[in-house]
């Protein structure tokens, strides 16, 4: 058996877990309110707020790396929360435009009323959309669950034609079993795309063991960098990483011709290095006071070395 089938049943197990004590209110609350495990946490998150956030962005332009600034949160069922939340990435554009940060801003659509109801949801993120444009900015609209990817993809189409590309783009996931055909589809339409591997634990509809999520990333990558308009690679996997600098060679590709994007706190040493080679790096930039869930998504994506490593700086 193969090293990668081995480990993907304690992979599975650690989503399923991880998963669990996001939704833990007791858990979420003695995290939050723990300060070694809080500083923990400012790893991964800029901090509570729009300022917070503004300064790490700062101090990433200032090592050539740039950003996408987002407002933490998912599904929101409070039609004033969503708005409050539409508010927020649109004063969060108005900084970037104000202090010529080089940075854009991603947004989640359940934060944005998709559980509410999908016009709602269109609504609030052509609201954001709209302000971008204004302003000369970029939007990028984050997957989430299966359940919301044809709702997500109808709502982006919507607001391409209205903006265009060069204002709003998507995220594509890899590992969905079905969805195979979306990459083709908005590259189609010219959009810019971030590829992504695929985040959330959903077994029934994506695939599981890292060999056959690994093939169709490695599919999906070849496409986009030989199709896509500014491609993003969002990975921290160093054979891809490595992989993209092949193909891009191979195309003909210039190092600004495509990004890699990487989360906040995870790999920054691998950031630093790409970017000092000349490639562009963007980094996922969290703000803002939801942010637990979020912190346990990217710990889950440290590599174990990496992790034991981190438990040392904090002691």
């Known amino acids: 058996m193969s090293g990668d089938t081995a480990t993907a049943p304690r992979r599975s197990t650690l989503r399923r877990a991880y998963s669990f004590i996001s939704h833990q209110p007791r858990i979420r609350k003695a995290v939050m309110t723990t300060p070694g495990l809080r500083q923990l946490a400012w790893r991964f998150v800029a901090g509570e707020d729009l300022a917070a956030g503004v300064a790490v962005v700062r101090a990433l332009n200032a090592d050539g790396i740039l950003a996408s600034l987002n407002f933490v949160g998912t599904h929101v069922h ?3 929360e969503t708005l409050a939340a539409t508010d927020a990435a ?3 554009l108005q900084r970037i435009n104000d202090e010529q940060l080089a940075a854009n801003l991603s947004v989640k659509p359940t934060q944005l009323g998709l559980d509410i109801d999908e016009d709602f949801c269109l609504l609030q993120l052509r609201r954001v959309v709209e302000r971008a444009h204004i302003l000369g900015l970029f939007v990028r609209i984050d997957m989430e669950e299966f359940v919301y990817v044809e709702p997500t993809l109808r709502m982006f189409e919507e607001l391409r034609a209205a903006f265009g590309p060069d204002t709003v783009g998507i995220v594509i996931q890899s590992y969905l079993r079905d969805r195979a055909s979306d990459l083709e589809r908005v590259l189609d339409g010219g959009s810019s795309v971030r590829l992504t591997k695929g985040g959330y634990w959903e077994p029934d509809v994506a695939f599981r063991d890292k060999a056959d999520i690994d093939r169709c990333f490695d599919r ?7 199709r896509g308009r500014l491609p993003a690679i969002a990975t921290h996997d160093e054979k891809f990483v ?8 191979q195309l003909g590709l210039a190092r600004t011709d495509f990004e890699f994007q990487m989360l906040y706190g995870v790999r920054p040493d691998l950031q630093e290095q790409l970017a000092s080679e000349g490639y562009r790096v963007r980094c996922y930039v969290p703000y803002g006071g939801q942010w637990f869930p979020y912190f346990l998504g990217c710990v889950r994506r440290i590599p174990g070395g990496a992790v034991r490593r981190l438990r040392g700086r904090t002691r």
């Open 78 to 80: 409070d039609r004033e």
């Open 90 to 92: 649109i004063e969060a």
């Open 220 to 226: 999906d990558l070849e496409l986009l960098l030989t």
């Open 242 to 249: 490595n992989r993209t600098r092949e193909l891009a060679t």
